[in-house]
């Protein structure tokens, strides 16, 4: 069965300073990964995707996200975050079947001091 | 930019009422989604949805869901008899389809709150 955690619960950064939230994932095969973010009271948005090839994705918002697959990981940076950036993040792993079902951790809130 | 849709934003129900939770997924995407998440919990998988039937469902998804696409546009799940535990922010997502390259896109959620 796939899994994801998300080690860190909070996460509180100044403006200006850089950003990486840890994503390990537990899934059988090379997976599909994923990282989300949630703002309060609104859906969830696609930061960046990894499927195959390059494993530093670059997503939006200047955020990017590199794969180890020996680590089995999946770590978001941004090298210098904005007050923009306070809002929840969440990382899943996508199932490469049909149904391509996503399974999410249980989030990472970011705080941003100004 | 296409956007998934979903009405509406908040509802509120007592226990043991039926709940009918809508979705307008983008219009030529071909599989659709439910997912909930419970405050301060993590978004969770409850069915997918293909070529008009349940392609995948958690043990969330038990007899008291349903999930119909009634015409071209529409996406709902039903909640046959509502119980506290099942208030929760609900989430459809949609999906283009065939390759699984594609992502999945999310609407704004609805909030149930089962009183």
């Known amino acids: 069965a796939q899994s994801v955690t998300q080690p860190d619960i909070h996460i509180t950064v100044s403006e200006g300073a850089s950003l990486e939230l840890r994503c390990n994932y537990s899934?059988?095969?090379?997976?599909?990964l994923f990282w989300y973010v949630q703002s309060p009271g609104q859906g969830l948005q696609l930061l960046l995707k990894?499927?195959?090839?390059?494993?530093l994705v670059q997503g939006i918002k200047g955020f990017e996200a590199e794969f180890k697959r020996s680590q089995s990981s999946f770590n978001l940076r941004k090298p210098s975050v904005h007050w923009s950036d306070a809002a929840e993040y969440f990382c899943?792993?996508?199932?490469?079947?049909?149904?391509?079902?996503?399974?999410f951790g249980g989030g990472t809130r970011v705080l941003v001091k100004p | 930019e296409p956007e998934v849709t979903q009405t509406p934003s908040h509802q509120v129900t007592q226990m043991g009422q039926e709940v009918i939770l809508r979705c307008v997924p983008i219009s030529n995407h071909l599989y659709f989604y439910w997912y909930r998440q419970i405050l301060g919990q993590k978004v969770e998988f409850l069915v997918s949805f293909y070529n008009n039937e349940i392609s995948e469902k958690s043990e969330i998804f038990d007899d008291q869901f349903s999930v119909e696409r009634p015409d071209g546009s529409n996406f709902t799940l039903k909640i046959r008899s509502t119980k506290l535990e099942d208030s929760a922010m609900y989430f459809c997502a949609s999906r283009l389809g065939e390759s699984s390259y594609n992502e999945q896109f999310f609407g704004p959620g609805t909030r149930l709150t089962v009183l």
């Open positions: 899943a792993v996508g199932a490469r079947a049909a149904g391509n079902k996503l399974t």
């Open positions: 899934y059988g095969a090379t997976p599909y």
């Open positions: 990894y499927f195959s090839g390059d494993t």
